[in-house]
């Protein structure tokens, strides 16, 4: 699915929420291996789960196309700043859900890109008819939770020692669930 782009202006910096083009493939795929290694939040380090500029498009291609995917991104001055993508499924028992993941540019963290990423998100899916959003979400990413707690999403469960972080310590997923 597509939607029109939405000017935003956060902390004094603008920037456009607005969906993934073909275009974008080529940065999105640097962008996607830059943001694994700036935090431990995401489940890949730098470089693994490699998706290559043409993989991105095809993800592009089919977001477009699907009336229960949608992938938006944040752009300021020619540059992708994060991104976000909600995918839904074809199987008839799953397809009033989808599951959605976002990821931001450490140095664009406060500009209150993954607000509004996930605004547009809540608000086209519940447009869309979705009746459940999904999401997984790292323990210790608080700040994340409390996001997602603001836009109605409750705890559902608790993946116990979900992730080894480079500390050696094992961490808790929590699943949250957004019913519409």
Excluded at 99 to 113: N, R, S, V
Aim: overall charge negative.
């Amino acid at each position: 699915m597509k939607i029109g782009p939405k000017a935003v202006v956060v902390n004094g910096m603008s920037y456009v929420i607005r969906s993934a083009l073909p275009g974008d493939a080529a940065a999105l795929s640097a962008l996607r291996v830059q943001i694994d290694g700036e935090t431990e939040f995401m489940d890949r380090e730098r470089g693994e789960g490699y998706i290559d500029p043409a993989g991105f498009e095809g993800l592009i291609r089919v977001d477009t196309e699907e009336t229960r995917n949608l992938f938006l991104v944040a752009e300021a001055g020619g540059r992708i700043l994060g991104y976000c993508r909600c995918e839904g499924s074809q199987l008839k028992r799953l397809s009033h859900r989808v599951e959605f993941g976002i990821c931001i540019l450490k140095e664009f963290w406060g500009y209150g890109i993954g607000r509004n990423l996930l605004q547009e998100t809540v608000t086209w899916a519940d447009a869309a008819g979705v009746e459940k959003m999904g999401l997984h979400v790292l323990e210790i990413n608080t700040k994340a939770i409390r996001l997602y707690e603001t836009f109605g999403f409750e705890q559902e469960g608790l993946l116990l020692r979900d992730k080894r972080l480079s500390d050696g310590q094992f961490y808790n997923t929590i699943v949250m669930g957004r019913l519409k």
